[in-house]
């Protein structure tokens, strides 16, 4: 009885299902790619088949001739896994961490994965991986739509409005897809997710959903919303976030009545990170909030605050320090990071001296930039006591200029424990060699026992290492002296 090939069996099923799978909505994105693959197959076997029949087209009974494994060729480990038998659970597992395309074009290779991307846990949309707009807005919506309301832990959304070749783009399809973002994320929503985290640029006439301010099982909220109308885009009167523990807001504009909002209507809220905002602050108070991270910000006026659970303050350029932040109850702060860099020729106020003293409590301190050196520099001797401090960093100073300043300071710091230092050998015409800065001040950490330096320049680290060695006398005492990374001295 005839038999029908593989091969043919293959192909047969290739065209029977090719508009079955162009069909689906879905299907229409990756169905060239689904279609390659089976046709590729089918010419495989076809090669197979004809290698193993006779001339005259009839199968030989024969039993093919078992080649010897060459030396060179992979062998399956017994010990791995076949990707079949593992259970379904780690297979949404492994889902989630791709790309939702990759996802989407698994349910291609066998019944068994045709609806397991439906199931996965973490959906990441990123409109640059799209060439198209009309792709990215058919795709997001279709797996949004084909998922329907099943778990999801994390959400992100990443769309700058940026003009591609060939990508027909205007004000009215801004709008439209504006619209778009507000139904992608009530679909998101639906599913209770844990994360959600909008990355979008360009929209002007796009409005948050009151919903995303009242979902109940939200923890972690991410909003990233440059060039959009900031004064209207939250569009909400009320914030009810019952289990939200962290947020960060960049691109906006952030007033008094939206941060009363905020943190009156997020019990649990620990962690609060503020990135490229306009500040039109006055006072910022939370008994629970436990880290504040203030990066690139513009403030009017002073900003008042009173967070008696504060443990963790980060502030990367902020401004002026004094003129942005006052910290007026903050009896639990022990970790601060200060980075500013203003030039040496500025003249402080009395509010940025008062800012310097309420960092007594920190018991781990950064110091980067020569806005924060020239602080220290004007402070001179009334520069406060640090009882309680055991780590201190000083980041991309040029130490070998300010020696009396270092000595100065560790003269404060009778605890010290750790000392890091990012060292910059390079003299700027505005920070010249000073003259009598020799680093003679003596000072005594008794409980110095950890010295790092990472350098740009070697030229000046011996005259550190020698002061450092000869105020210091711990037993244990280890130093350690490295080159820095790139990071660490361009990328703070």
């Avoid at 994965?113 to 990123?126: A, I």
Wanted: glycine share 4%.
């Amino acid at each position: 009885m005839f038999e029908i090939s593989p091969a043919c069996r293959l192909s047969k099923w290739v065209r029977k299902n090719e508009c079955l799978v162009a069909a689906r909505p879905l299907g229409s994105i990756f169905f060239y790619h689904a279609q390659a693959i089976a046709r590729s197959a089918v010419r495989c076997l076809q090669k197979c088949e004809k290698n193993s029949c006779t001339p005259t087209g009839t199968r030989s009974m024969e039993p093919p001739h078992k080649h010897p494994r060459r030396n060179d060729e992979p062998t399956m480990s017994p010990s791995l896994p076949d990707l079949s038998t593992l259970p379904e659970l780690v297979l949404i597992h492994i889902l989630s961490f791709m790309d939702p395309k990759e996802a989407v074009q698994t349910c291609i290779l066998s019944k068994r994965w045709r609806n397991l991307w439906t199931y996965v846990t973490s959906l990441n949309f990123n409109k640059s991986a799209f060439k198209r707009t009309a792709h990215f807005v058919r795709f997001v919506t279709n797996m949004l739509f084909f998922r329907g309301a099943i778990k999801l832990d994390t959400f992100r959304l990443y769309w700058f409005t940026r003009k591609r070749t060939g990508d027909t783009y205007s004000m009215k399809n801004r709008q439209i897809c504006a619209s778009n973002i507000s139904s992608w994320i009530f679909s998101a929503l639906s599913c209770k997710p844990l994360t959600i985290s909008l990355v979008l640029h360009g929209f002007a006439n796009l409005k948050l959903p009151h919903a995303l301010f009242t979902c109940a099982s939200l923890e972690q909220l991410e909003l990233g919303l440059y060039d959009c109308n900031n004064e209207e885009v939250i569009g909400t009167k009320y914030v009810n976030l019952p289990s939200l523990k962290k947020l960060e807001l960049a691109g906006l504009t952030v007033n008094d009545p939206v941060m009363q909002m905020i943190l009156s209507g997020c019990p649990l809220l620990e962690e609060l990170c503020l990135s490229v905002c306009s500040l039109k602050l006055s006072e910022m108070r939370s008994d629970l909030l436990r880290s504040l991270t203030i990066r690139q910000c513009q403030g009017s006026g002073v900003v008042e605050i009173f967070m008696p659970s504060l443990i963790s303050l980060h502030l990367k350029n902020p401004g002026r320090l004094g003129t942005i932040l006052s910290l007026k109850n903050t009896p639990s702060l022990v970790k601060v990071f200060v980075f500013s860099n203003y030039f040496q020729g500025y003249s402080f106020s009395a509010a940025e001296f008062e800012f310097f003293t309420c960092l007594t409590s920190a018991t781990d301190l950064k110091l980067y930039g020569s806005g924060v050196m020239a602080l220290l520099e004007q402070t001179g001797l009334n520069c406060p006591v640090f009882d309680n401090l055991k780590r201190l960093t000083f980041g991309r100073w040029q130490i070998n200029n300010n020696l009396d300043l270092l000595c100065r300071l560790l003269q404060h710091t009778p605890n010290l424990e750790k000392l890091t230092i990012v060292h910059t050998a390079h003299r700027s015409p505005r920070n010249p060699k000073k003259k009598g800065a020799t680093g003679q001040i003596p000072f005594r950490c008794e409980q110095l026992r950890a010295i790092e330096i990472k350098y740009s320049d070697p030229s000046g680290v011996h005259e550190l290492v020698d002061i450092l060695l000869r105020n210091t006398s711990h037993r244990e005492r280890v130093l350690s002296i490295s080159p820095a990374s790139k990071c660490e001295i361009s990328n703070l």
